[in-house]
């Protein structure tokens, strides 16, 4: 079985973001850009599939700028045997690259789709949900635990107030949550190796996909700081002041 | 304008998020009904039409709808999506698993997380872990959102007399199966929705010393809570995790113990009324939050400020 892995670059999660002056975006200038974090436990739960003999083949797909290509070098370090890259300057949203990656996966025909449940920059949480939707495929989202057998996935997820476990047909699509597995260090040696497996480009274009935004930013602002607080000398000072100033207790 | 809520419920009970979520639909404006597709939820739709602010309850009652099925509830949104001019559901892990579905079906953007309402196509919505708040304009003729439910005080309970409609549930898609749910048991409030809540990071230590909580959550009637660290390292379950990619809570008070404050978590929870932080360390980027900090080691201040509570 194939499995198609959709990564995206992302800022780092350790960096914190400045919102521009101009207020027309956040400042991602000359800040360090790494794999979007969900991404990477699917690139990794993908590579376990294909160690434990499930899956034959691990695609690593990104949709974006020319520096993607880092991205999806990191994928294939990680274990991801091939990959490929729609290059694109524009803003890319939701949509799109549901759109973008549905096209994908009309030409690969993988089995198994497993996508992050959300990039940590735009925290939308929405491109597996509308992949599975644009290909009529069941869906199991927030994945802490995955097992394919006999044509189905089983698969546990994280929801409000517990877990869940579903059964789906397959081909489906599979969104990661952060305990679903620990990703791997790549090593130097894999990553030397990831140099030479193929890494094919396309446009936008290529797949017949119009990408323009639907949603317009119309401006992005710092949010309301909060007033500076106090440290306070000991617990009965605390009580007092939670009592008596903050009025909460 | 008409707009569409889409209830979350357990088959049984009405979930609070749903009045939030109805409170941002009045700020948007118009007519509101309610959608509950559920089996045997006669008494949730009951809740829904006694909601303020609600016109009209649609029920949609089928056994194929008793487990929130994502291919199955969007398939029923879809069946009555025309209809409207917005679509709402609560930024829960049921709506957020449903919402693009129906929106990539209808072919337009979702909007995720939104936390104000401008106008009826422009929302305020928080973009990399909060520390950004983006104004996004929706030019698309059926605008479906999840709404953020601290962002908006829920509307009350009680006081409404919508009329409740069944519809025909659509059928089952035949693509997904429930299996099994493992729910976590707990007789505090809930996490989401609580007035106070007591969170322990990783310095708490273990799960054992976890229980060190539980006193002073029993004197402030609080939730417990937890940081993505205390979480994977087993100390607390999963859905206690308060952060950007846990749950968003936003109490009266927030008590931070043993926890130094990532970006991650702090987007979880830096709308909280008040905040306060014990941790050893004077050097904790949460105290850059707190409204009191309290710069002491946990294991004798816990102790201590339940006993003076």
Request: hydrophobic letters at 45%.
């Amino acid at each position: 079985m194939k499995i198609l892995v959709p990564v995206k670059r992302v800022v780092d999660y350790n960096v914190k973001v400045r919102v521009k002056s101009d207020q027309s975006g956040v400042d991602i200038a000359n800040v360090k850009m790494s794999m979007n974090p969900f991404d990477e436990i699917a690139v990794e739960e993908a590579t376990r599939l294909k160690e434990k003999g499930v899956a034959a083949e691990v695609i690593a797909v990104s949709c974006g700028v020319a520096q993607c290509q880092e991205t999806l070098r990191t994928a294939m370090a990680i274990g991801a045997d091939r990959a490929a890259l729609v290059q694109t300057d524009a803003d890319l949203q939701p949509l799109a690259v549901a759109k973008l990656l549905k096209a994908l996966v009309d030409k690969e025909q993988p089995q198994l789709v497993i996508l992050g449940k959300q990039a940590i920059d735009d925290d939308a949480n929405q491109t597996g949900q509308m992949l599975a939707a644009l290909l009529g495929w069941p869906q199991a989202t927030f994945a802490s635990k995955v097992e394919l057998e006999d044509g189905k996935a089983k698969v546990t997820r994280e929801v409000d107030g517990g877990l869940e476990t579903l059964s789906l047909t397959l081909p489906a699509i599979v969104t990661t949550d952060l305990r679903l597995n620990e990703p791997r260090y790549v090593t130097l040696p894999n990553i030397m190796k990831a140099k030479k497996k193929q890494l094919d480009t396309l446009t936008p274009e290529d797949l017949g996909v119009d990408v323009a935004p639907r949603l317009k930013t119309l401006n992005v602002s710092e949010p309301p700081a909060r007033s500076a607080g106090i440290f306070v000398p000991d617990v009965a000072t605390l009580v007092d002041k939670l009592k008596n100033e903050a009025k909460v207790i | 304008m008409t707009i569409l809520v889409i209830a979350e419920h357990d088959n049984a009970n009405l979930k609070a998020a749903t009045l939030n979520t109805i409170a941002a639909a009045q700020k948007i404006g118009g007519e509101i009904h309610v959608l509950v597709a559920g089996s045997s939820a006669h008494a949730v739709a009951e809740q829904a039409a006694k909601a303020a602010g609600v016109a009209k309850v649609l029920l949609a009652d089928a056994l194929q709808m008793a487990d929130s099925l994502a291919e199955n509830v969007s398939a029923q949104v879809l069946q009555i999506a025309n209809a409207y001019s917005h679509i709402l559901f609560p930024a829960t892990a049921s709506g957020k698993n449903v919402a693009p579905r129906v929106a990539a079906k209808l072919d337009v953007a979702q909007i995720s997380d939104i936390i104000g309402v401008e106008s009826p196509d422009i929302f305020h919505r928080p973009i990399y872990a909060g520390n950004a708040i983006a104004t996004v304009q929706s030019a698309d003729a059926i605008k479906v959102i999840t709404v953020r439910t601290t962002g908006f005080d829920a509307v009350a309970a009680e006081g409404g007399s919508a009329a409740v409609e069944s519809i025909t549930a659509v059928a089952d898609s035949g693509l997904s199966s429930f299996v099994g749910r493992e729910v976590a048991k707990s007789d505090r409030p809930e996490l989401a929705g609580a007035a106070v809540v007591v969170s322990g990071g990783r310095g708490i230590g273990s799960a054992e010393n976890f229980k060190l909580l539980e006193p002073l959550a029993d004197k402030l009637g609080a939730a417990l809570g937890a940081s993505r660290a205390a979480v994977d390292a087993g100390y607390a379950p999963n859905d206690w995790q308060v952060g950007q990619t846990g749950k968003i809570v936003a109490p009266q008070l927030y008590v931070a113990i043993g926890i130094s404050g990532a970006i991650q978590h702090l987007a979880g929870m830096k709308d909280s009324k008040a905040i306060v932080a014990i941790n050893k360390d004077t050097e904790a980027p949460i105290f850059g939050v707190a409204d009191y900090g309290l710069v002491a080691d946990l294991f004798t201040a816990v102790p201590e400020l339940a006993s003076q509570l």
